[in-house]
């Protein structure tokens, strides 16, 4: 562009606007002449003071103010800024300007159509360079959960309007009337404002089945719930690979940061594990935060960790996922500003940051270590009583917890939830083999519940608690079988014991919560594990069973 262009779009921002109009007719004309002087679309941003804050050369799509530059007010509350923009072409505003409307929450988007002449003469009165007008605005939408982009759009567009009729209407009126309709929706939503209100992102691969794929968003939905979020709702894409940038292709990321502003989301949560430039990029074009499936996890764990070794895992394994997402979290981590005094070899913050963490983590697995060494003495304790030990193991929420209450009354915290108990709770059980009629005693010990690609920080924090499984005489693996996925989850269980450096003993399935389930895959579980014991733990029903399988099978432990 020429510097005298460059000067008149410069001079924008010298502009004024009355703090109940949407634009005036001279701002209206003066911009639509520098459109058609440039030939190119001119947006501009003004505040509710009537203040130009920003100006730029594109349509409005192409011109959007960054998400983290965006003042954040929630699912009630529009941004504060209105955009004025011009078009060169006698159309309605394309459904990409739109889209970027509702990201930004914009309080209104007004589109100028531009005469190329200048001065367009209708019954002998000159017009200038503005030819029709429209506004755009959003509207709430009463059923945000159940609503499809594709069919309920969250704006109303005006038909063509005459640039008279446009700067007569009261702004302060159209813009305080929309919040009040925001607002009266958001309460009707009974939200909890300390609550984070989550969609979720799914993406189905090419090697994973459409039955793998809605088990695997059910569950980290399940997590959400666990974790103390609401989910808004779910999306879902199909791709042969995840995008290496965004994970989702360019077209579902607007769609993301479309539906996060019409939910009044905070938090969007991916069913995979990102990587930190996916995450920041994602974060970047959404405006929120985004998390994967194993911070998820370990925020989990952070809230149930009660006892001083469980907390030591959880800070090691968070520290551990954290570590090499520092790079690129805002200025905070940049180097200092050029000048007198701040040249010269010194340091980014990031990298004092990083060293700080490295020395904890040292520290911590030193802790960890120790933990280690200290349940090793426990358990060679208890080997030289010659007391043989069982380690319960499952995937979690199978109802470990529940037996060991039952069998042994251990008073172990039990919840429908997933990662209820993170620390091991051993306890005596006494038995009395029917057929020998001898009396034995054996440890049942609780682990930690394994889920489907149990993230590897968790796993190298947690060996201490799961050596409990390695050094145990036998196993025995509980099933829900009321779930509908439960023969994937015997799967992820004997792929995470099978990957173990230390093979564990003989194992004995018990499947569990069988009241809860029909008569058809109770027959289907029998033919595929005819060895396995039917059970309910919280019904006590087949435990008596259960006892002389266990005697059994810790006989046949301790024989081998």
């Known amino acids: 562009m020429k510097s005298s262009q460059l000067k008149q779009l410069q001079r924008l921002y010298h502009q004024r606007l009355p703090g109940d109009r949407l634009t005036t007719p001279e701002f209206a004309q003066r911009l639509a002449a520098i459109s058609a002087d440039i030939k190119q679309s001119v947006c501009t941003y003004i505040n509710r003071r009537g203040q130009v804050i920003r100006v730029g050369v594109g349509t409005p799509n192409q011109t959007k103010i960054p998400p983290q530059e965006l003042p954040r007010y929630g699912a009630e509350r529009l941004c504060g800024i209105r955009c004025i923009a011009t078009q060169l072409k006698s159309e309605t505003p394309r459904k990409s300007d739109l889209t970027a409307m509702a990201i930004q929450r914009l309080d209104a988007l007004i589109m100028l159509t531009v005469t190329e002449s200048g001065f367009e003469r209708r019954g002998g009165g000159a017009t200038g360079y503005v030819k029709e007008t429209y506004l755009a605005h959003l509207i709430p939408i009463t059923n945000p959960e159940e609503q499809n982009l594709d069919h309920q759009q969250s704006w109303n567009l005006s038909p063509p309007l005459s640039l008279d009729i446009l700067t007569k209407q009261d702004f302060l009126d159209l813009v305080e009337g929309l919040e009040t309709e925001f607002r009266r929706e958001f309460v009707a939503q009974h939200v909890d404002v300390d609550q984070d209100r ?88 959404t405006g929120v935060r985004v ?50 005094g701040t040249r010269g070899p010194g340091e980014t913050k990031l990298e004092t940051e990083r060293r700080a963490i490295q020395r904890r983590i040292t520290r911590l697995q030193q802790e960890v270590n120790q933990l280690q060494a200290h349940r090793s003495r426990m358990r060679q304790r208890r080997q030289n009583q010659e007391v043989p030990t069982v380690a319960v193991v499952g995937y979690t929420n199978a109802g470990k917890s529940t037996l060991l209450n039952t069998l042994t009354n251990a008073e172990v915290y039990t919840a429908d939830q997933l990662f209820a108990t993170l620390d091991p709770t051993t306890r005596r059980l006494p038995i009395i083999n029917t057929e020998t009629g001898d009396s034995i005693s054996i440890l049942l010990t609780d682990t930690v519940g394994f889920i489907h690609e149990l993230p590897p920080p968790l796993v190298d924090s947690f060996r201490a608690t799961l050596e409990e499984v390695t050094e145990a005489d036998a196993l025995l693996h509980m099933v829900d079988l009321s779930h509908p996925a439960w023969q994937s989850h015997i799967r992820s269980v004997m792929s995470i014991l099978t990957e173990m450096p230390v093979t564990p003993g003989p194992i004995l399935v018990a499947f569990n919560k069988i009241d809860e389930v029909d008569s058809n895959t109770l027959a289907l579980a029998q033919d595929e594990f005819p060895q396995a014991v039917f059970i309910s733990a919280s019904q006590r029903l087949g435990l008596e069973n259960l006892r002389q399988k266990l005697a059994h099978l810790v006989q046949y432990a301790i024989s081998c």
């Open 198 to 285: 989550v969609l979720i992102v799914g993406l189905m691969t090419e090697n994973m089945t459409p039955e793998r794929f809605e088990d695997g968003l059910a569950e980290i939905a399940r997590l959400v719930d666990t974790a103390g979020g609401e989910v808004l709702q779910t999306m879902r894409q199909k791709r042969s690979q995840p995008h290496p940038q965004t994970v989702v292709g360019s077209g579902k990321v607007q769609e993301i940061a479309l539906t996060v502003q019409t939910l009044g989301a905070n938090l969007v949560v991916f069913d995979r594990d990102l990587s930190p430039a996916q995450v920041r990029n994602l974060e970047a074009q």
């Open 291 to 340: 998390v994967d499936r194993t911070e998820v996890i370990l925020d989990i764990f952070a809230q149930r960790a009660q006892s001083r070794a469980g907390k030591l895992q959880v800070e090691l394994a968070q520290l551990e996922y954290m570590l090499p997402r520092l790079t690129g979290r805002g200025q905070a981590m940049s180097r200092l500003g050029g000048g007198i």
